[in-house]
């Protein structure tokens, strides 16, 4: 049975759902909370500056490369954070601390990945409408396999091998999306987030080879910049890749939308904080909204509900997520090898 077989009883599910997580009191905001985050995130990554300032054209400066690519995660997760309005109920507030933290903090267009992340949250592995699905270096499906040309016909066919050291480009791409968007006509406060990415760009080369050497600093900039870039596509590969792609016009209702298309990833304290609480993606997509410390409660919930419904719901482990997505990636890539 495929996804767009499972329609939706009369009534609404997600409604009844919803009272639930209300009920149990976990759509409330924190403001301790990601008080307390921002404060952690944001001191650790001022005292990691001072501290490569202090080491000054040491090859030990290249620790700090690995802690930075760890700590622009964390910033990136409090940006997403931030664009689903778990932080501030209100949109300027949003902005201004996103622009702060995403562009100028990790020189990430918060405005161009909010747009690109909503339009995914609306329409979860829908080939035609998520644009986290879209053909581009890699093919998502036999489908995109058969009509791929180019690059995405060649990389397609070993997608599998390559996907983690594709991903050490990921933080190049994400800083060079954010400029491309400053030309798209989608995009709003263009003048404002150009100049934050160019004043982090700017900072951020004159930190690196003020107190570097050119060679260490090169290589300082490629570790931190490939090592960022695995580790943000570890966070989100899990959650939907390998998980059945949508198709046309979907019958599904938006429970069953959500939660058949999306994986949580099981693990204690370390998974949660290591994955910025996107381990729980079925109910981060259910519940945008929700603060992250309250995702593992609401699972319990979510996945009770579903048993009653009889509705599929996946979880597993971190190791078998990135299993499930190489195994998807390869059998994607098929027609491809079986060209002549």
């Known amino acids: 049975m495929t996804t767009n077989e499972v329609l939706s009883p009369p009534g609404s599910d997600f409604a009844r ?28 990554f001022a005292a990691g500056w001072v501290g490569f300032a202090f ?13 930075f690519a760890v700590m622009f995660a964390q910033v990136a997760l409090l940006s997403h954070d931030l664009a689903h309005r778990q932080v501030f109920r209100t949109r300027r507030p949003t902005e201004i601390v996103g622009w702060a933290v ?23 592995n ?28 060649f990389i397609g066919r070993y997608q599998a091998f390559l996907f983690f050291p594709l991903l050490t480009l990921e933080g190049f791409n994400l800083h060079v999306s954010g400029f491309r968007a400053l030309f798209s ?16 760009v700017v900072l951020y080369l004159a930190a690196v080879f003020t107190v570097l050497s050119p060679g260490k600093a090169v290589v300082f900039i490629v570790l931190h910049q490939a090592l960022w870039g695995i580790y943000m596509g570890s966070i ?25 298309t999306s994986r949580n990833v099981q693990g204690g304290r370390i998974t949660d ?13 259910l ?46 890539g098929e027609p491809l090898r079986n060209r002549s």
């Open 287 to 332: 519940f945008p909204s929700m603060p992250s410390p309250h995702l593992g409660q609401a699972q319990v919930i979510v996945e009770q509900y579903c048993a009653e419904l009889d509705i599929p719901y996946c979880q597993t482990s971190l190791v078998d997520s990135y299993a499930q997505v190489l195994r998807s990636l390869h059998e994607s």
């Open 102 to 124: 995403g562009n100028f903090g990790i020189g990430m267009s918060y405005g161009w990945w909010m747009d690109k992340h909503t339009r995914h949250h609306a329409n979860p």
């Open 236 to 260: 989100f590969a899990p959650n939907h890749k390998g998980m059945p792609i949508l198709t046309g016009k979907t019958e599904l209702d938006f429970l069953r939308k959500q939660v058949l």
């Open 55 to 67: 080491l000054g054209d040491s090859w030990w400066s290249l620790g700090l490369a690995v802690f």
């Open 17 to 44: 759902l919803t009272r639930r997580v209300s009920e149990a009191d976990l759509l409330r905001r924190r403001p301790g909370y990601y008080i307390a985050r921002f404060s952690l995130v944001i001191g650790l």
């Open 185 to 200: 006509k989608s995009l709003k406060h263009k003048w404002i987030e150009g100049s934050l990415l160019t004043a982090h």
């Open 126 to 153: 829908h080939d035609e409408l998520d644009p986290d699905v879209e053909p581009d270096v890699l093919v998502w499906s036999k489908k995109q396999a058969r009509v791929a040309r180019g690059v995405p016909a």
């Open 273 to 285: 904080l290591a994955l910025g609480g996107l381990n729980y993606q079925i109910e981060h997509h």
